[in-house]
């Protein structure tokens, strides 16, 4: 368990779900699957860099973590992003 009481599944579950909110928001819509190995950019979802800094500003203020605060930590997958909230 993290500081944040998630666990992966949890995480992920969570992630995914803004993903959602996200791609709703600017009218888009896809039913790919979703889990550790998919790919925000360049991954067949139609996600930009915009539309992944709203998803971590979501994230944020859901979990109330910021695994950014003292700089940008490289991710590309929902699984490596996952980790980096359950690390902080």
Do not use: C
């Not at 929902?78 to 359950?86: C, D, R, V």
């Amino acid at each position: 368990m993290s500081t944040i009481g998630l666990n992966e599944g949890a995480m992920l579950a969570l992630i995914h779900n803004e993903v959602l909110k996200v791609l709703a928001d600017k009218g888009e819509a896809w039913t790919g699957s979703f889990g550790p190995e998919t790919r925000f950019l360049d991954g067949g979802m139609p996600f930009d860099s915009l539309d992944l800094a709203t998803l971590l500003v979501a994230l944020e203020q859901l979990t109330g973590t910021d695994p950014f605060r003292a700089g940008f930590r490289q991710f590309t997958t929902a699984g490596e992003l996952a980790a980096l909230y359950l690390e902080a």
